[in-house]
């Protein structure tokens, strides 16, 4: 999820921990836990700073190791002692359990996500994404925002976070069951399908599309229960030519390549060098498909320059592409 969801998950289940006898007879305790379920639902994501660095390292990184079995079990204990630190008079353990549900609810929310995490290391490196929950899913949001409103104008906070997450436990079911739906109905209309990704978007009722077959991409979108094919392209394999297997190289086609299980790809030459580009067509929006990675090589198969991330103009990549010629 994003980081405002992840704040407002973490406040809603301070509120909730009022419904603890041990947490709702001590202020000191209550305190102290509202502050560790906050930090605690936004340290898996500490990863983010791997931005500051370049998109590749980010890619390869967010949502590993900081999502992983041992992260899970370490964060906690790492939150319990920053914040017992400061509130030597709470409840150790149970200041340890809330900051330990915050974690988990962290991780686990994210696992709805199309981006998914790697939440079974150091087990398997598996991606689990079960894409049916927006990253930032508007309904998600709204129902926590109303709920500590409630709280503020003096709801108990125990019992409105409980039944909010009565309501979004159904919420998840429905969005569970669309999704099956949909699948359905694009097997009908792909027969031949070899895999079909079906990812959510800000609006409920829209999904993206994107499907394979032995030789074609399908890229669609679904409004409601009716699915529209957009655009299709060949299926054409990667060459194994001396360009290409010299662009595989570079780390941001590398990291692009990690994480894009759909996608094209383009290869041009110029007077003076060679651009290849690989086109995830996971995303496409309005016609123009977002996510890249590209890479410019001299006529010696030097790499001059390169660029994986998200761009909506050619003259935006180009400035992210310059390099002097040699």
């Known amino acids: 999820m994003d980081t405002g ?25 209550a305190t102290a836990v509202l502050a560790a379920t906050v930090i605690g639902s936004q340290i898996p994501d500490i990863d983010t700073v791997l931005k500051l660095r370049n998109n590749a390292v980010y890619i390869r990184n967010h949502r590993g190791i900081t999502h992983s079995i041992p992260a899970v079990l370490l964060w906690p204990l790492l939150v319990t002692a920053a914040v017992y630190f400061f509130q030597p008079e709470a409840n150790l353990f149970h200041l340890w359990l809330w900051s330990f549900l915050a974690v988990i609810l962290h991780v686990f929310v994210d696992i709805f996500n199309a981006y998914g995490t790697q939440a079974l290391r150091p087990f398997s490196a598996k991606w689990l994404a079960l894409g049916v929950i927006n990253t930032f899913d508007p309904f998600i949001f709204a129902i926590h ?23 979004l436990v159904i919420y998840y079911v429905h969005r569970f069951m669309y999704k099956r739906k949909l699948q359905k109905i694009v097997e009908e209309m792909i027969p031949e399908a070899t895999d079909i990704i079906i990812a959510p978007t800000m609006k409920n009722s829209e999904w993206r ?108 990549l180009q400035k992210k592409l310059e390099f002097l010629p040699g």
């Not at 009022?18 to 007879?25: A, E, K, R, W």
């Not at 595989?248 to 060679?274: C, G, I, Q, T």
């Open 5 to 29: 969801t992840h704040v407002v998950m973490g406040i809603a289940l301070g509120g909730l921990a009022t419904l603890d006898p041990v947490v709702s007879s001590s202020s000191a305790t």
């Open 145 to 167: 925002i109303g709920g500590l409103f409630f709280w503020i104008f003096g709801a108990h906070p125990g019992y409105t976070f409980l039944v909010i997450y009565g309501v």
């Open 209 to 316: 599309v994107a499907v394979m077959n032995e030789h074609q991409f399908f890229v669609g979108r679904a409004h409601g229960l009716k699915v529209t094919i957009l655009d299709h392209f060949n299926r054409v394999p990667v060459p194994e030519t001396p360009v290409l297997e010299a662009a595989k190289k570079d780390v941001n086609l590398s990291a692009f390549l990690s994480f894009s299980p759909v996608y094209r790809w383009e290869m041009d030459e110029f007077e003076d060098h060679y651009e290849v580009r690989f086109i995830d067509l996971r995303y496409r929006s309005n016609g123009h498909y977002p996510f890249v990675a590209v890479v410019k090589l001299g006529l010696d198969l030097n790499i001059l320059s390169s660029y994986t991330g998200w761009i909506y103009s050619e003259e935006k």
